[in-house]
């Protein structure tokens, strides 16, 4: 199947300082990549949905200047944590979405997660 | 929006017994449910999926079943193994789109008994 990748795998950062994360769809191109927070014994929270060229989508309550979003390129997203704080400390998860021009009308569309990035703020 | 809820959240069955996750969704416009295990640090991976023209679809011991009319769906897991100790998450998305969402239940961490 098809491949996402995130980096990087962990990171830590000091409070007040903005940290990247890279996501990447390895050998397909994503018109859309989804971006998931998931806190410890918790399930996975859509923060927001980009589109390749265009601004993202954010879901409420989720804080745009705050965690911004870069899909620049096809295969290509960024979420960057801006003055970061002890409580954004989680598991970012990115989700890239693999448009099949074969697929059928009932499946237009595969969607692949990425392993993760564990941040945590000091 | 969509709501869907999973239960139990733990789950504890003997090697070789079955487990049977169960979960139900609010909006009847969902059409795609996909579940997911996810192990300690790592992404959730797609195990079996169903869309809402199929009532059961099976793959090897994994198999879900999904009714339409009282909108749930549950995950069945047939003669565990100690490498399906997980957490196991069912979803839910309604619509097509590349945009379409896919709305996660609550988790269920299921612990294979040796």
């Known amino acids: 199947g098809a491949v996402v990748s995130q980096h990087p795998s962990w990171v830590i950062c000091k409070s007040g300082t903005s940290v990247k994360i890279e996501c990447r769809s390895l050998d397909f191109q994503a018109t859309t990549m989804f971006w998931y927070r998931q806190f410890p014994k918790q399930s996975l929270m859509l923060m927001a949905t980009s589109n390749e060229g265009s601004k993202a989508t954010y879901e409420q309550g989720v804080e745009k200047d705050k965690f911004l979003i870069n899909h620049a390129s096809l295969t290509l997203s960024t979420l960057t944590v801006t003055s970061a704080h002890p409580e954004d400390s989680s598991f970012y998860i990115c989700?890239?979405?693999?448009?099949?021009?074969?697929?059928?009308?009932?499946?237009?569309?595969?969607?692949?997660f990425g392993p993760g990035t564990r941040l945590t703020v000091t | 929006g969509e709501n869907v809820e999973q239960h139990p959240s733990t789950l504890s069955v003997q090697e070789g017994d079955s487990a049977v996750i169960k979960c139900t969704y609010s909006?009847?416009?969902?059409?795609?449910f996909p579940w997911y295990k996810q192990e300690l640090g790592k992404g959730p991976q797609l195990i079996i999926d169903i869309r809402s023209n199929v009532g059961e679809k099976k793959d090897q011991r994994i198999a879900v079943t999904l009714n339409k009319t009282a909108k749930h769906f549950s995950l069945h897991i047939t003669e565990t193994q100690p490498e399906d100790s997980a957490v196991y998450f069912c979803?839910?998305?309604?619509?097509?789109?590349?945009?379409?969402?896919?709305?996660f239940g609550s988790g269920t961490r299921l612990s294979i008994r040796p």
């Open positions: 989700s890239a979405r693999d448009f099949d021009p074969r697929g059928t009308p009932d499946r237009p569309y595969e969607q692949y």
């Open positions: 979803a839910a998305r309604r619509g097509r789109s590349s945009a379409s969402k896919i709305i």
């Open positions: 909006d009847s416009a969902s059409n795609y």
